[in-house]
């Protein structure tokens, strides 16, 4: 299989599954914090680092990758020289792959200033978005605060008009008076498509005989704390830990770097 076609099959199947458009986002630096009461009453703040990696560093990386393979008997596997017929098949995978890939890039390009410059003042319209800087290689310095009562779910972050492949943390609301939290963005792998693909591509990029650091792909660590503050009872949790004595009640707390495993989760009962 060519690096055109594995691309565009991981490409695919990551479409299929987190609805991508142009971008993804990922965490890099931060500090996350929610305060939830158990009257409902809840403030969710983040201050760091966005980081944004364009589906057309797929493209670039293939690009760059892209070279003769050859072909090998069935069952022996020795290695021989490709048949006319092999070699215009693979042409035509390849230009299959470019095709799909060509077509998912249909979001912020991030070399363009103007399309930057576009998509802060969009976010800084929004609610909660209190500043957005772009500082360069994809990444968004902000300062998000937001206060407000559960009564439905809650996503963060979100973009107008723009599909986001996974949240960083969400709330989803139980008709039991409980709430299920989670933040599959602060998993480095795992419920984290940005690292997933990540992952496929370093492995890839590997098995080419060169570093991730190499492959034209964002390699922006994430490192950062995310908090909950609760005085409602916590059912279940999966910090370290356990839950730590506060002022406000009780403080669930996870470390994240780039070798955490597992997204921080949390099940808390509202007052009744």
Partial sequence: MTNFTRLAAGAALLASTTMLSGCLFKPGSFDAMLHINADRQFAFSYQGEIVAAGLNDLADMAQEAEGPEPCFEPGSGKERPCTEDEIAERARKDAMGRQMIEGMIGGVDMSDEEEIAQMAAM??????????????????????????????????????????????????????????????????????????????????????????????????????????????????????????????????????????????????????
């Fill in 123 to 272: 976010l800084e319209r929004q609610r909660g978005w209190n500043s957005v800087e772009f500082i360069g290689d994809g990444v968004f310095v902000v300062d998000f605060a937001i206060t407000s009562t559960l009564g439905h779910d809650f996503d963060f972050p979100t973009f107008e008009d723009m599909p986001m492949a996974s949240s960083f943390v969400s709330i989803r609301l139980r008709d039991d008076g409980r709430a299920r939290i989670s933040a599959p963005g602060f998993a480095p792998t795992g419920g984290n498509p940005m690292g997933a693909m990540m992952g496929m591509f370093g492995a890839m990029a590997e098995a080419d005989g060169r570093p991730l650091d190499e492959s034209g792909l964002d390699t922006q660590p994430i490192e950062g704390t995310f908090r909950i503050v609760t005085d409602a009872r916590i059912l279940a949790n999966n910090t370290d830990e356990g839950p730590m004595a506060d002022p406000r009640g009780e403080m669930l707390a996870w470390d994240i770097d780039a070798n955490s495993r597992a997204a921080p989760t949390a099940l808390i009962e509202f007052a009744r």
